[in-house]
Nanobody
């Protein structure tokens, strides 16, 4: 079983940066970040698997960078050039199996950390 805990959210002005962290207990094949704005559906942002392969949503390519430590127990999301539309609750997620990762069907979730970007 995997337990996840996010941190690093906050309020910044447009153009600023934040670095989100996720501490994980238990092994997984992949870990990723999702976000959900008020009144909107949950949106996949980025993920990384055990080999270090990464994927990004088009909306964050070139601005966000996902990474993990060598033990795969900590996940990070470096968020640069933030825009007001990045405002959302950000969730750390993990999946145990490669097939689920390929489908972006993450089955373990953190509690979320709030990111607010003002113009």
């Amino acid at each position: 079983q995997v337990q996840l805990a996010e941190s690093g959210g906050g309020s910044v002005q447009a153009g600023g940066s934040l670095r989100l962290s996720c501490a994980a207990s238990g092994a997984s094949y992949c870990m990723g970040w999702f976000r959900q704005a008020s009144g909107e559906e949950r949106e996949w942002v980025a993920d990384i698997d055990r080999t270090g392969s990464t994927r990004y949503a088009d909306s964050v390519k070139g601005r966000f960078a996902i990474s993990q430590d060598n033990a795969k127990n900590n996940l990070y999301l470096q968020m640069n050039s933030l825009k007001p539309e990045d405002t959302a609750m950000y969730y750390c997620a993990a999946a145990l199996y490669r097939t689920l990762c390929n489908l972006r069907r993450f089955d373990h979730w953190g509690q979320g950390t709030q990111v607010i970007v003002s113009s």
